[in-house]
């Protein structure tokens, strides 16, 4: 039995055991492996993200240093053009990279894929926050030193990353010479063929300005098409024999620190580097204005000092894992991976300002940088609840970026507002319109941020001066999309679901079931804010309209086979031949073409098993159960957005196996590289949909309607599972065992409340008192339902 | 009555009066219809094409000299990239351009936009095949001369074309230079955003050789990518006043003969060049055979001497006009365009070898000269019945690339082959996969055509040959593509029909028809040749199951409104918004994106219409007319290929007026550059389905059962319509009149004999008889069905 240590167990944050499930720790140079290892041991605060490259830059597959928002804007090209295809494309650049330390040992320079590497081991530290390395080396010429490096980039110092550097000698005295870079343009490999990789442009930046003065220096860069300002600071402090000669100089690309000298063994170079990043429009602050605020920042951590940036750090990594932390007794290795997953999360995101979390966060140049509705759909549903403020910033991004989306609408000739399936900057960077501008879901699932933060948060304030207007623009958008049939039903046609291997269907039930709560949610939140929305011309009829509309939104079934269709016709296309599909022909959309993968029943991601993820209540059970089976045997998930909600619904439907064998593979997709795109940065959604899958899956977790409630219910591999989550300023705290559920609020005044339902019972928690209630057995589902062949997830279940 | 002038009018070719309907004028520099006059006057022979621009070259809207099937291969790029993307466009390019004579008075380039015009005039002679021209021209020195010249392609030579050019002073003596080019690599400048247009290589030819001799030389090129060798002689006489003095020099991209003097008013300068084309791929003749075949290919032209060219041509062209002039009473201006088209269509192929016709023919760079579904479609259907050894010679040519299609086949997981959309060396190009690789009707286009060259000439050795493999390929394709329903249905999901307003439908019913016709045809064919069919592999149970596929295809139908579908539930898309679609926002294309066009019932271009063109059998004359009136008010004909299948709908269902003014619109779609893109070159398939307008409409001919069968009603304003038509070796004429019908074999054997249907009564003409029958009265189909507002044809019938 468990249930009792659930709440003596210490708080994470006070924990002293060095815990493995809280490391990551690669060792050995693994060159095979350099592009996964930068993206898993990538740092970042939301503002500056370094992905985890090597100090000295090389060997390495793909350099990082991002500021959340700095792009490049390229032309975009067809060949055969369309009315409104974008013509320009946002791409993801680097900064100036700060994080370079490069050293020579008597005139070779350190690299490890060259002489003998006796010990190289890097490890994550999820609790601090940090980026421990250590590697000891000899050289070609056989000398031997020791290296370590702890970098970070400050959770709580938004423009800050620090790294610090030792060296020493071990055997022998050795020339040292370490070069401390600031390197604008660092070049950047063009990467493969594969579509969902980056195109990297060269030199996007432009140097407006460049200095060094004594052990610092500034980059002053804007960039092209953009029109963008990136400015940064390094400052050194250096610990060092009084040998060491230092030299600190500055061209247009780069300031360099230069310290040299011989070291005896006993004798530590130590260098520690403080970096500040701004970035703006180059109609914003100019660039000595932008240039002395960096400076500024960099020479105020320096004075700080390193040790202090620790100690906040690790302040700002306990506040946050006390909400964030996931407990999963039974299988420690799931259990570092959720600790994983959460704090690439933790740190994707700022609670203050107005930017967003891209697919790939500030990880690597994947997919462009470009923010897709992963973020609404996947990560903003789990920081929501673990850090609304971060939830707020992003649809706040969003919001700034309404103007965009209306002129985009006016183009396309809808009403309201129509937000870029793919952008950085605020527009429409699609190339493939049947994906991109015909997924109108987008739309609905900002809709549904927006509804979930405010039920979470009840943050009135914000729904009445930046939610309602996306509501409002967004029920627009449908209400002036749809056709009203003959006999009184409301259609989207040509719409693309989640799914990727369908396209321009009608009336796609997560659209539709996603567009009706878009359009209920307009309605109410007009009538409650009905100054502001009138404000942004609502009338009654209008509130009218949308209910209507919602209502009437007509949701295809098939009745002969008693399953919801994807969109219409879908269950009456072809069948997928997965008899003559090799293994070699996954993922098939690089071994098959659209036009097969349209017309044909195979399912690339969860898309009617997203709806009823999304939209629980619009399904009885039973038809869960038939819908789960009917999409599970046509699923291959060729996408990582797709185990999580699979994983929920499996849950949901008693296939407890299944849902953790699901949630494994969404939770070790970047850990395991299991799509082999690990390098390219990491999959926040799916690492977000783990989160999900567990708290929706296994908690139970619904909130379709507002409320509270969870139906929970534990597969065989988990003996205890622990989570947090806030509703209205409270930190729930949730803990399950196969025998009992506990609900309780451990930080709460006695005099808070929170309500809920468990398993349909009506429950009042409160700050003095934690409840318990006894969980259901598992009602028997059946068989498990089969997947494509070969497609079934790994076995993790029955061990 | 003027049925008795029919037998007694004289052949046209016997024709003395100068008849304007046998001639297109141009008169003054018209500098703002430069590129459309070029196309208009575009000379070619089905192997070699000149643009019709002016001998001096400028001023010009875009200079072209073609050899059928000469193109470079260009990488071809994609914003997202998918599976089975072309990687590679070919595009048309210029061969060296013989047809150049510049001119300089008192070293004053002849400029007919500088100076004094007094006099400029070209014109088309349809029944000779010349473009002459007269210019008359006071230089801004104040020098005045007159020039003349005649052009042509020869038809019955395939390489040669010449020029005759002859200039005068006409006050004073002055200082004469004439240049005459030949030119590699001229520059073409770039054309405008649209779609559309073409986007042209710069010098695309690399030098292999060239030569000056005498009054003569030759280049030999070859291409890059494309890998193919194009030579070029020319050869000149020279008729001139002894003073003048020739200087014949040559570079890599030229050469020029330069003939320079004073002359004096009575004196004339005449040149006459003449022009030798060959074409093959690089690893075919060697550059220096290649250039010796030209030599002699041009050295020949010139010893036979123009005026031979010119007889020959003659001669040609009565033949051609034998079977191919339609004789139109009561509107003499369609009477021209009718010529026109005629005209162009029998110079735009050639009877030998294995070359087709693409879009434009040879008239200009349109769809970078792409070969479309229009070739079997609109323009062979013509052919076969006018000049069938070209539509033999287009076939061939399919089947020559059979090889690239069945590796697309391959490629795309497909049974059989599939032909490209759009080619010009046999390989895929389109850049858009909805429209290009899901618009498979062009493989049952392709059979269709097979079809109906072997049941109008009874080629059984075709058949077996290269046809049989062709239907046989195409029939897999479908066979393998189907979907057999629970219900025992064949469903052909996600295809793209002939409408560009819509895309990846199910069950088109343009294109199962089609495929049941390609299925059929191939089990027919097979059965007919079984040697040739085993040797493909054929056997009785594959037979049988494309028979069987054939007779389930499903055809979708509205019950409900009592209209078939144009794809299954295209009748319950949403309509279109013509209310608020403004004049300006046509072409939709140009103005709405596919997002809005594909979803809703607003249709570009005939095809629900074509279906029932091309299969009339698989419609009851009711559902021909509830259909038509249903997609006539639906059709806004942003396709130049809508208005003849619709004229020949209109005219079945009894719509007269309606079909003369649609039959009037794809017959002066050039004349009157009804689309503004005559520039890029002749609209062919417009121009052919103004015949099928005239044969199909007013005629009445049928022939989906390989029957003859004639149905004819005349409208209004035709007083009389007479055509001919091949039938097995035979020429039919069927000549029209308000109350008769008149059949006969005006060439034939007196046992000749046809057999035909007139309005179902059986008939048989012999060579010794003239058979008439009664025209019936058309009975009333009722009120004109609406088009969409604004979008009717121009009234002309009522005029």
């Known amino acids: 039995m468990h249930t009792s240590s659930a709440t003596d167990q210490p708080p994470p944050t006070a924990g002293t055991v060095d815990d493995e499930t809280w490391q990551i720790r690669r060792s050995g140079a693994d060159l095979d492996r350099l592009g996964e290892t930068e993206s898993i041991f ?99 010429a056989g000398r031997r030193v020791l290296i370590r490096s702890t970098r970070l980039v400050s959770l709580p110092r938004r423009p800050v990353a620090a790294v610090r550097y030792e060296v020493e000698p071990l055997d022998a005295p050795v020339e040292l010479r370490v070069c401390s870079d600031l390197l604008a343009n660092e070049r950047v490999p063009e990467r493969s063929d594969d579509p969902r990789a980056a195109s990297v442009p060269t030199d996007p930046l432009t140097a407006e300005a460049h200095q060094a003065n004594g052990l610092d220096g500034v980059l002053v860069h804007r960039t092209g098409r953009s029109e963008q300002r990136v400015a940064v600071a390094v400052s050194h402090l250096l610990d060092a024999p009084d040998t060491v000669t230092t030299t600190c100089d500055d061209v247009p690309d780069r300031v360099r620190l230069t310290v040299a000298g011989r070291l005896h063994p006993g004798e530590r170079l130590r260098l520690t580097k403080f970096a500040a990043y701004e970035c703006g429009p180059v109609d914003g602050p100019p660039a000595d204005e932008l240039a002395d605020l960096v400076v500024a920042e960099a020479d105020a951590a320096r004075a700080d000092g390193f040790d202090a940036l620790l100690t906040d750090q690790r302040a700002s990594l306990d506040a946050a894992w006390q909400v964030a932390d996931v407990l999963l007794d039974g299988d420690a290795e799931l259990q570092q991976a959720i600790r994983f997953a959460m704090f690439h999360l933790i740190q994707a995101g700022r609670p203050d300002g107005d930017r967003t979390i891209s697919a790939k966060g500030l990880t690597g140049n994947g997919y462009d940088g470009h923010v897709m509705w992963d973020t609404e759909t996947y990560v903003l549903p789990v920081l929501t609840y673990l850090a609304p403020a971060v939830a707020r910033s992003a649809l706040a991004w969003r919001h700034s970026h309404l103007p965009e989306a209306r002129e985009r609408a006016a183009e396309l000739r809808l009403a309201g507002a129509t937000f870029p399936w793919r952008t950085i900057g605020g527009r429409e960077c699609s190339g493939y319109w049947p994906a991109g501008t015909a997924a109108l879901h987008v739309n609905a699932d900002i809709a549904d941020a927006v509804l979930r933060y405010v039920a979470v948060t009840d943050d009135q304030r914000f729904l009445a001066e930046a939610g309602l207007e996306l509501l409002v623009e967004t029920a627009r958008l449908w209400h002036g999309y749809g056709h009203w049939s003959e006999t009184g039903a409301f259609h989207l046609h040509g719409v693309t679901g989640p799914d990727e291997y369908s396209a321009l269907g009608d009336d796609n039930v997560f659209t539709n079931l996603m567009a009706r709560r878009n359009l209920r949610g307009a309605a109410d939140a007009a009538e409650r804010h009905s100054d502001a929305a009138g404000r942004l011309g609502v009338d009654p009829a ?66 009617l098993v997203l709806a009823m993820q999304h939209c629980p209540g619009e399904f009885t059970a039973e038809e869960k159960a038939r819908n789960f089976a009917y999409y599970e045997a046509r699923t291959v998930r060729d996408s990582s957005l797709s185990a999580a909600p699979q994983a929920v619904l499996a849950a949901e439907v008693g296939h407890l196996d299944l849902a953790y064998d699901l949630f494994a593979e969404s939770v070790t997709q970047d850990l395991a590289d299991l799509g082999d795109k690990t390098a390219d940065g990491l999959h926040l959604a799916s690492l977000a949909g783990a989160w999900l899958a567990l708290v929706q899956g296994f908690g139970g977790l619904r909130d379709d309607r507002g ?32 025998n009992e559920a506990r609900y309780e609020l451990p930080d709460a005044a006695p005099d808070a409340t929170v309500e809920l339902w468990h398993h349909g019972e009506h429950l009042r928690v409160t700050g003095t008192e934690a409840v318990t209630r006894p969980m259901p057995p598992v009602p028997d589902p059946g068989p498990e339902p089969p997947s494509p062949p070969g497609r079934r997830p790994d076995r993790r279940s029955a061990a």
């Open 42 to 140: 990538a740092l970042s605060n939301g503002w500056v993200g370094w992905r985890g490259v090597l100090d000295e830059g090389a060997p390495g597959e793909m350099p990082g240093s991002y500021v959340n928002g700095l792009h490049e804007r390229r032309e975009q090209t067809y060949p055969e053009e369309g009315y409104a295809f974008p013509q320009a494309n946002d791409t993801v650049i680097s900064a100036p990279n700060a994080a370079l330390i490069r050293l020579w040992v008597d005139d070779e320079p350190l690299d490890i894929s060259t002489g003998t590497l006796h010990r190289h081991e890097r490890v994550l530290d999820l609790r601090t926050g940090v980026l421990r390395r250590e590697t000891e080396w000899t050289s070609p």
């Open 542 to 607: 209008e509130i009218a309209g949308w209910r209507a509309a919602a209502d009437a939104l007509f949701i295809p079934y098939d009745s002969e086979r008693g399953v919801h269709e994807q969109a219409a016709g879908f269950t009456r296309q072809p069948e997928w031949n997965f008899a003559d599909t090799d293994e070699d022909d996954y993922p098939l959309l690089l071994h098959f073409p659209y036009l097969e993968l349209y017309r044909k029943q195979v399912v690339k991601q969860a898309d």
């Open 707 to 738: 409320v509270l409630s969870f139906d929970p219910r534990l597969p065989r591999r988990i003996d205890r599972l622990s989570f947090s989550l806030r509703w209205r300023g409270h930190r729930l705290r949730v803990t399950l065992t196969p």
